[in-house]
């Protein structure tokens, strides 16, 4: 038998092989930038978060030639004042697990793929951030409105509550925009789900340089808005948040690895405890606060909380529902605990988008040496009680002074 053909069967298929690669045909990424043009004058697109969101600006518009953008801010529009966000190659990383409540300005900001990410966002944010090259020329703008949430109004729908009525204050008519549902905080057992509303006002004669969704409609801290109308809106309209009931089944997960092995060694014999989620312990001082958040959790997610088998409802536990809360959600989703007691000992679970994801053992100890430091809110309310305090007395001790030289000037010189 003659074995000439096994060299031509195999030629024939790296023919076959490199005509197949030749009809692969290279698709290059389609680039935004050649398909937006840039405005021939400086916009600004209206946006509004609640206090503590993490949010990102798109740069939607560049020329070709610029590889690297720069970020700008600017508190108003024509201020003098601008500050760079970024370096001048357009880069700046920050980790956002390492961001807290108050962090410094320039700490909370981070550039990817010409974004602009703001972690954690603090109403003294609000203001114009600007897109552009190092040498000053802007392409793209942002009016960003960030509201404060501390006078947040809760309406809970179960209660028959009811969101607040629009208003109208001549040709300026207020209300509240709110966005979609979140998802069902909870599976198998009931939940709870809720909805942010912002301040947004209608009033004809904007500036024109402010881009809005809806003709005349701007949030209540807009730059286009006049500053009096802006702080009345501003006070009259603080955000509101819609609370009501949900019940979702959980979705179903099969078991391996580790589950799978006690899930057989059940079957023998008796199961070893194990945890549903992943458990952290932490062990704290009798009488000291505590803050827990949720690993993974941003302000808009659904997050709920539970002690061992209690479930913490926001129409209990929401931070404002009752003027002295010792334990509370805020509206950041974190847990607080202002004065740890020993009944406070147990598990709490943390559940994110219907997910319980982790679980925090805390243990309440009486002993231990603690250092306090003025970052501690203990300390800075012990600081303040005192600073009142005095104050309180120094007011006192003068108003006591001041009766006693206007006594004494009466009856001793009577005739002056």
Partial sequence: MSLAPLPLLLLLLLLWSWGSLRAFDLVEKENIFQNVPCPAFLMFDNAAY??????????????????????????HIGSLHTRVLTDFDGRVMVDSGQVRVGSNMLARFSIRMFSLL???????????????????????????????????????????QRPSEDEERGNLHIFTTFWEWTRCDRCGVRGEQWRIGLCYLEKTGLSPRFRKNVPNVVSCGSQAVPGNLRNMAGRHRPPELMVRSCMVPCKKKSQSGLMAIFTFISKLGSKPWIPKVPIQFHKQRLGHGLIISCPGARPEHAVAWDKDRLRLYRTSFLKGVNRSMRVFIDHGNQFHIRFAQLNDRGIYYCWRDGEMVAGFRLTVTSRGRYYASLSDPETQYALQAALVGYVFITAIFILIHLCRCCCYFFICCPDL
């Fill in 50 to 75: 609640l206090a503590d969101m993490t949010f990102e600006l798109p740069c939607h518009c560049k020329p070709e030639e610029v590889t690297a953008v720069v970020w700008y801010y600017q508190e």
């Fill in 118 to 160: 703001v972690f954690r966002a603090q109403p003294e944010d609000s203001g114009l951030y600007l897109c552009g090259t190092r040498h000053g020329d802007y392409f793209y703008g942002y009016d960003v409105d960030i509201q404060s949430g501390q006078k947040i109004v809760a309406a809970f729908i179960d209660e028959g």
